[in-house]
């Protein structure tokens, strides 16, 4: 028998990986017996796993009924791209280009593979460390804990507008070439103008309002 803590492990990184890969749709109810029977293990470990799921605000717990994925709201949508702006916006300006410039374009080159290999996945997961390089170059470890604390919301919501939109991931591409171009040059306002283009792009995929200082 599977012992208690690695079947629970074993249950929430399941869980967790089919929530930020959008396996599972938002509003979805799911069964612990199902998830339980899918992994061969009892109850108890996935109901421990769906409980901390629920800490993380990925899932709603019901008893009797089973574990809600909890939708994100236009307005933590919203929140989540401010945030973003704030955090990647000051990093950018303090990004040296000789430190985060070889970093970025090694992750691009990463996402251009992965795209032509169509790993969603690993295309998702690449496209949150192009942004983190340049957060962790600025080198104030509080905003990188702070932006660390963002990356479920951010990979699920990005895994959602890549899944409902085929050209999106291309589009990602070129967007991210235009800002690792103008660092290249040393040109922070460019760089900057270039996220802000990017980051404004992707609230739009996602239905979220626009910047409140571009309404």
């Known amino acids: 028998m599977i012992p208690a803590v690695t079947a629970a492990s074993r249950a929430y990184d399941h869980v967790k990986q089919r929530l930020l890969s959008g396996d599972y749709a938002d509003g979805e109810l799911l069964s612990e017996g199902a998830i339980a029977d899918e992994l061969g293990v009892s109850r108890t470990p996935v109901r421990e796993a769906l409980l901390q ?99 479920d919301r ?12 085929a050209t999106r991931a291309s589009a990602i591409v070129g967007e991210h070439l235009r800002i690792v171009i103008a660092l290249r040059a040393g040109d922070h306002s460019a760089a900057e103008r270039a996220l802000l283009d990017h980051l404004d792009v992707a609230r739009a995929a996602s239905g979220a309002p626009p910047r409140r200082d571009a309404r």
């Not at 951010?154 to 939109?165: E, M, N, P």
């Open 154 to 165: 951010q990979h699920r919501l990005v895994a959602g507008t890549v899944a409902a939109d």
């Open 53 to 151: 799921l629920q800490a993380e605000h990925l899932l709603t717990l019901y008893p009797k009924r089973g574990a809600l994925v909890t939708p994100m709201s236009p307005r933590a949508v919203a929140d989540l791209f401010e945030v973003r702006e704030l955090v990647e916006r000051h990093t950018l300006r303090l990004a040296e280009p000789e430190v985060a410039v070889p970093q970025l374009e090694a992750v691009l080159t990463r996402q251009r593979e992965l795209l032509a290999a169509d790993d969603r996945a690993g295309f998702v997961a690449a496209d949150r460390d192009f942004h983190r390089a340049w957060v962790a170059a600025a080198g104030n470890a509080i905003l990188l804990d702070l932006y660390d604390g963002l990356r």
